[in-house]
């Protein structure tokens, strides 16, 4: 089936640093999505992505959808403690029947020194 | 907008009992809506697509009769877990699609945290 490919698994940075994430596929999606989950909550949506090439910011955060529609990064700028959690991309073939459902990253844990 | 609640937030209950998690979604209406199960410092493992109005469309391996599914409005999906045993235990979420045009965002519920003793 298909899979994405999430990295790195983890990080540790200071606060203040930028920091990037991304996602690879070998099969093209139409939709990207990112998530961030905090410990014992359900995922949380940052940026939706719906075109190739489309650069998408909230904040700190910008993410891009990939021109081959295969891949997108997700960085955060200016790193703060609140940024801690689980950072899920999250990809959808298509918008009906069995092409509806998203496919999940395993995620990257980041972690914030002050 | 695009609020979903989740209910019970977190059940404790015996080996062989049943139980039911209530997914609403507060501010939109969905069509449809996905059950996930996430094992800890895992990612989240799709169980069942839940389609207002008729009946889901379950991921290979998960059983149906296990994990029933009632989609009975554009606003509430439940999952029962039926005859439940120690290795169900687990956090259950649930996401609810909203469909605008040219989008179709999933929103997650906070979770459900399942303990069968």
């Known amino acids: 089936g298909q899979q994405l490919n999430q990295s790195p698994q983890s990080m540790f940075i200071q606060e203040g640093e930028d920091v990037s994430m991304n996602c690879t596929s070998s099969s093209i999606f139409n939709t990207w999505l990112w998530y961030k989950q905090d410990p014992g909550e359900g995922p949380v949506l940052l940026i939706a992505?719906?075109?190739?090439?489309e650069l998408t910011s909230n904040g700190r955060l910008t993410a891009q959808f990939g021109i081959t529609r295969k891949d997108s990064f997700l960085n955060i700028s200016a790193s703060i403690p609140s940024d801690v959690g689980i950072y899920f991309c999250a990809g959808q073939l298509g918008f009906s029947g069995g092409y509806n459902k998203l496919i999940f990253g395993a995620g990257t844990r980041l972690a914030v020194h002050p | 907008g695009a609020v979903v609640s989740q209910h019970p937030s977190w059940v404790i209950c015996k080996s062989g009992t049943s139980v039911k998690i209530e997914c609403r979604s507060l501010d939109f209406q969905a069509t449809t809506m996905f059950w996930y199960r996430q094992f800890p410092k895992q990612s989240l493992m799709l169980m069942a697509t839940s389609n207002e109005g008729s009946k889901a469309t379950y991921e290979q391996g998960v059983e149906k009769d296990k994990f029933l599914i009632n989609h009975a409005s554009l606003t509430l999906s439940t999952l029962t877990v039926t005859s439940a045993h120690p290795e169900d235990s687990s956090f259950y979420i649930c996401?609810?699609?909203?469909?605008?045009?040219?989008?179709?965002?999933?929103?997650f519920g906070p979770g459900t945290r399942l303990t069968v003793t």
């Open positions: 996401s609810a699609r909203r469909d605008r045009e040219g989008s179709y965002e999933q929103y």
């Open positions: 992505l719906y075109k190739a090439g």
